[in-house]
């Protein structure tokens, strides 16, 4: 279901895939469920608006769901914005909740509002797609560098931290018109960008969470991170048998990209709920 979805954010990383690794390629990702499953649209028309005798659409929204799970992602990330920025040591969690939400404030408008994409995103609305894989870096980036600070392997301070990420961010902008020159990879400085930082921020930041596993709140931590991680993996690797199961009926509910914004939200809900049961338990120490 999320084969064209792919394809057109990460041409160059899908299309070195296709070259190097042709038959998993096209396991995960078959030619069939593009057909079968083509990205859902809902109409919205005002019956004061007549056009040839019918009512005027007004809005075109596509992937519908997944716009439900952008929005809730700009709620979670303001949220936490807002709650972290009170605190001097926690400013680098405030700002990669601020940068999520403007990810998701960008996804809205490139995934859900905007008219249907003729070419890749990189050509079609390339400010959007590179804010969007800018902001999702930016994010993941301070998320490492609050883990390795919470590990207390990394001496940088927040705003060091800060500095760096945007400072890559903006770096990898300008390689991509570097990278122009070769057609096959021009996008990939920006598609590297928005794909390491996220796995090396889901790795390191397991072991910086704190849990408080006595606690009920503890308990629902990590009974969130399961899910979280489950509606990855399934995103991942049962797309393509979703879609053949379902032949769409639920709009986008199973596709991939919608499960994964899933499980990102409720992976900064868990950050958010470490960061308050960790700064709890400082608390009672002191």
């Known amino acids: ?4 979805f792919i394809e057109r954010f990460f041409p160059s990383i899908t299309g070195i895939a296709k070259t190097i690794i042709p038959r998993t390629y096209s396991a995960f990702l078959p030619d069939d469920v593009a057909v079968l499953c083509p990205e859902p649209t809902i109409m919205l028309s005002s019956p004061t608006i007549i056009n040839n005798g019918k009512a005027a659409s007004i809005l075109i929204i596509r992937n519908p769901v997944l716009l439900v799970a952008a929005i809730l992602g700009v709620v979670i990330g303001v949220f936490g914005g807002i709650r972290f920025a009170k605190k001097k040591e926690q400013i680098i969690w405030s700002q990669s909740f601020l940068n999520f939400a403007m990810m998701n404030v960008t996804a809205i408008l490139l995934h859900c509002l905007l008219p249907p994409l003729e ?3 990189a050509d079609q609305y390339p400010i959007l797609w590179f804010l969007d894989c800018y902001f999702t870096g930016v994010s993941s980036t301070l998320i490492v560098g609050g883990a390795l600070e919470s590990l207390h392997i990394s001496k940088w301070t927040s705003r060091t931290w800060i500095l760096i990420a945007n400072g890559l961010g903006i770096a990898s902008g300008f390689f991509l018109q570097i ?3 070769d057609s096959s990879i021009r996008t990939l400085p920006l598609e590297l960008w928005y794909l390491i ?8 930041s397991l072991p910086s969470l704190y849990f408080g596993k006595r606690t009920n709140r503890g308990l629902s931590i990590i009974l969130l991170l399961y899910v979280g991680c489950s509606l990855c993996l399934i995103g991942a690797l049962f797309d393509a048998k979703l879609c053949r199961l379902t032949h769409g009926m639920l709009l986008d509910t199973l596709t991939a990209s919608t499960l994964v914004f899933t499980a990102c939200n409720i992976a900064f809900v868990v ?4 960061l308050d049961t960790r700064g709890a338990g400082e608390k009672k120490m002191r």
């Not at 279901?1 to 064209?4: D, G, I, L, T």
Request: aromatic share 10%; charged share 15%; glycine share 10%.
């Open 1 to 4: 279901m999320s084969k064209k």
């Open 119 to 121: 070419s890749i995103y």
């Open 179 to 181: 990278t122009r020159i």
């Open 197 to 204: 930082p996220t796995q090396f921020a889901g790795c390191l």
């Open 271 to 274: 950050l958010g709920l470490s």
